[in-house]
C-alpha cells in the first residue's frame, strides 16, 4: 500500500501537471469505493483544481466551485486514497483506458484525468465544510512536521509497542509497514519495545531516523514494490535502499546477522536481532492496543 513518500510523490507530480484545470464531466465505472458516486458525479463538474495537498496516506484535491455556483457555494475537496492499488494521472483522450479504469475527468486542456485501481481497496470521497475538517481533524501528526519535543512527548505517554504505534494512524499519519522498520533499523530499536521505556535519545534517534527515511524515501521518488508508479507512469527505487523490509534471511548492512521476520499488531516486521535488541520479556507483555493502518 502506498504510503507517505509513495502519496506524496504523487503528489507533487500532479501539482505540476493539472492544478489549474476545470473539470469539465465526470464518467463513472465501477464506483464501490466511493463514500457517495452521485455527489461526485453532481459536484465535480465545472470545478476548478485549486490545489493538491497530501494529508498522511491520501491527497485532496481542492476545489473552486463554478461561477454559476455563486458564492454562498462551500468549498469542496475530493479526498482520494489508493488503497493498495489505485493510480490517479492525466492522459491523452487517445491513449486506450486500462482495465480497472473507474474514473475518468475530462479537464479543460483536452486531457483526461484518470483513477484506476484493480483492486478497488481505496477510498475516494467528496467532501466539504464539517465533514472535511472532521476527516482531517480525526488522524494524528504529519511525520515529517512533527517537532522533536512533540514527538517525545507523545511517545512517553504511550504503552504500546513500537512498531504497533507507528502504524497507528492515529498517532502519526501516513507511515505503514514499509517505513515503520525501515525506521527502527536506523533507529536501532526493537519493533517490541514499548514506547514509553525508550530514553531520551533512543526517542531522538527515532524522531531523526523517521524524518531522514521519509525524506530520502520521497527524493527516490518512494517505494515500488508492486504496483505503485507516480503521476509520470515511472516507479520509485527506494526499494534498493531498504535495509530491513522484506529482507528476511539476508545479512544486515551494519552488522551482517541475518535480518528476521516476526508479527506485530498483525504486520510482518523485519529486524536485526543483533543491532535491534530485544526488550526484557517482561516489557513485551503490555497490550499494544489495536493499529489503524487504512486510513
Not at 535491534?276 to 499494544?288: E, F, I
Request: with cysteine.
Amino acid at each position: 500500500m502506498p504510503e507517505l513518500p509513495e502519496v506524496e510523490t504523487l503528489v507533487r507530480g500532479l501539482r505540476r501537471t493539472i492544478v489549474g484545470r476545470r473539470i469539465l464531466e465526470v464518467r463513472l465505472g465501477q464506483t464501490d469505493f466511493m463514500d457517495d458516486a452521485a455527489a461526485i458525479a453532481r459536484g465535480l463538474p465545472g470545478c476548478r483544481i485549486a490545489a493538491i495537498e497530501r494529508v498522511g496516506k491520501f491527497f485532496l484535491l481542492r476545489l473552486e466551485p463554478p461561477a454559476a455556483a455563486g458564492n454562498g457555494h462551500e468549498p469542496a475537496a475530493l479526498l482520494v486514497h489508493l488503497g493498495m492499488t489505485g493510480h490517479l494521472s492525466p492522459h491523452r483522450p487517445e491513449e486506450p483506458l486500462p482495465k480497472h479504469t473507474h474514473v475518468v475527468l475530462p479537464l479543460d486542456d483536452e486531457r483526461e484525468l484518470r483513477y484506476t485501481d484493480p483492486r478497488r481497496f481505496g477510498r475516494m470521497a467528496l467532501l466539504c465544510g464539517a465533514a472535511l475538517a472532521g476527516e482531517i481533524a480525526r488522524h494524528g501528526a504529519e511525520p515529517l512536521e512533527i517537532s522533536e519535543a512533540d514527538f517525545l512527548q507523545r511517545l512517553a505517554a504511550r504503552r504500546a509497542r513500537l512498531k504497533a504505534l507507528l502504524l497507528d494512524q492515529r498517532f502519526l499519519h501516513g507511515i505503514g509497514n514499509i517505513y515503520a522498520d525501515e525506521s527502527l533499523w536506523h533507529a536501532r530499536l526493537h519493533p517490541l519495545r514499548i514506547a514509553a521505556t525508550l530514553t531520551r535519545p533512543q526517542a531522538r534517534a527515532l524522531h531523526r531516523a523517521m524524518r531522514k527515511v521519509l525524506a530520502a524515501a520521497i527524493r527516490a521518488g518512494g517505494s515500488s514494490i508492486s504496483d505503485y508508479r507516480d503521476a509520470d507512469g515511472r516507479p520509485g527505487w527506494f526499494q534498493i535502499r531498504h535495509r530491513a523490509y522484506d529482507r528476511e534471511g539476508q545479512p544486515c548492512f551494519r552488522c551482517r546477522a541475518r535480518i528476521r521476520r516476526m508479527v506485530v499488531a498483525g504486520r510482518s516486521s523485519h529486524f536485526c536481532p543483533r543491532c535491534q535488541k530485544a526488550p526484557p520479556r517482561g516489557n513485551r507483555t503490555v497490550k499494544a492496543g489495536k493499529s489503524h493502518t487504512s486510513a
